[in-house]
T-cell receptor, first 117, second 114 residues
Framework: ETGVTQTPRHLVMGMTNKKSLKCEQHLGHNAMYWYKQSAKKPLELMFVYNFKEQTENNSVPSRFSPECPNSSHLFLHLHTLQPEDSALYLC????????????????FGSGTRLTVV | AQSVTQLDSQVPVFEEAPVELRCNYSSSVSVYLFWYVQYPNQGLQLLLKYLSGSTLVESINGFEAEFNKSQTSFHLRKPSVHISDTAEYFCAVSGNFGNEKLTFGTGTRLTIIP
C-alpha cells in the first residue's frame, strides 16, 4: 500500500455508461493528479489539483470530468467514452506550495484499468 | 519545458547479467531527475532521484543512476539483475524550482531471462 488508494482496480463500461473513478490519499499531500497511461505512449497528465482547486487541464475531452471535494479525495467522472479511452488511469499526489521545494516526486496509486466496449 | 527520451522500449537481459537503461532529457533550466518502476498490475513507485550533490545516486535494491549534465543523461544501471527486476522503468524530469510538474518518458520494459 503506497498511501494512495484507487478504486475500482478494473472497470469495463459501455460507451453510453456513466461511471466514476476514485482516488484517496492518506499522506497529507495538497496536490493530486490524474494521469492516463496507454501502451507505447508517455504518461499523459490530465488534471492537476492544488488545495482542491484545479490548476491544470491538459486539453482533456469533456467526457472526462474531475472532482476534488477535499485535499484527500479525487474523482474522475466518465461518460460517453470511446474505445480509445481504454487505458490505465493513475492517480498521484505530492506536497507542493510556496517555499516547499519540489524534490520528493509523486506517490502513485495502483491505477484503474479501464476498458471501454 | 522539459522532455525525456527513453530510446529502448524493451530490454531483455539474462539473469545475473548487467543492465543499463538509457534516459536522455532536454531542458532550458536546471533539473531534478527521477526513475520510477512499475511492476505488473501496479502503479509507479519511485526508485531513485537526483536533486543535487553527488551525481551518482543509488536505490535500496541495487540500482544506480548517474547524472551527466554535459550529455544530458541519467542512465539507470544494475550490475546483476534478478527475475524480480522484471518491470517497466520510467525516467522523469522536472525543473528544480517550486511547483514544477514531472515529465515522463515512454518507459523501458525490462525482461529478465532465466
Amino acid at each position: 500500500e503506497t498511501g494512495v488508494t484507487q478504486t475500482p482496480r478494473h472497470l469495463v463500461m459501455g460507451m453510453t455508461n456513466k461511471k466514476s473513478l476514485k482516488c484517496e490519499q492518506h499522506l497529507g499531500h495538497n496536490a493530486m493528479y490524474w494521469y492516463k497511461q496507454s501502451a507505447k505512449k508517455p504518461l499523459e497528465l490530465m488534471f492537476v489539483y492544488n488545495f482542491k482547486e484545479q490548476t491544470e487541464n491538459n486539453s482533456v475531452p469533456s467526457r472526462f470530468s474531475p472532482e476534488c471535494p477535499n485535499s484527500s479525495h479525487l474523482f474522475l467522472h466518465l461518460h460517453t467514452l470511446q474505445p480509445e479511452d481504454s487505458a490505465l488511469y493513475l492517480c498521484a499526489s505530492s506536497q507542493e506550495g510556496p517555499g516547499i521545494p519540489f524534490n520528493y516526486g509523486y506517490t502513485f496509486g495502483s491505477g484503474t484499468r479501464l476498458t471501454v466496449v | 519545458a522539459q522532455s525525456v527520451t527513453q530510446l529502448d522500449s524493451q530490454v531483455p537481459v539474462f539473469e545475473e547479467a548487467p543492465v543499463e537503461l538509457r534516459c536522455n532529457y532536454s531542458s532550458s533550466v536546471s533539473v531534478y531527475l527521477f526513475w520510477y518502476v512499475q511492476y505488473p498490475n501496479q502503479g509507479l513507485q519511485l526508485l531513485l532521484k537526483y536533486l543535487s550533490g553527488s551525481t551518482l545516486v543509488e536505490s535500496i535494491n541495487g540500482f544506480e543512476a548517474e547524472f551527466n549534465k554535459s550529455q544530458t543523461s541519467f542512465h539507470l544501471r544494475k550490475p546483476s539483475v534478478h527475475i524480480s527486476d522484471t518491470a517497466e522503468y520510467f525516467c522523469a524530469v522536472s525543473g528544480n524550482f517550486g511547483n514544477e510538474k514531472l515529465t515522463f518518458g515512454t518507459g523501458t520494459r525490462l525482461t529478465i531471462i532465466p
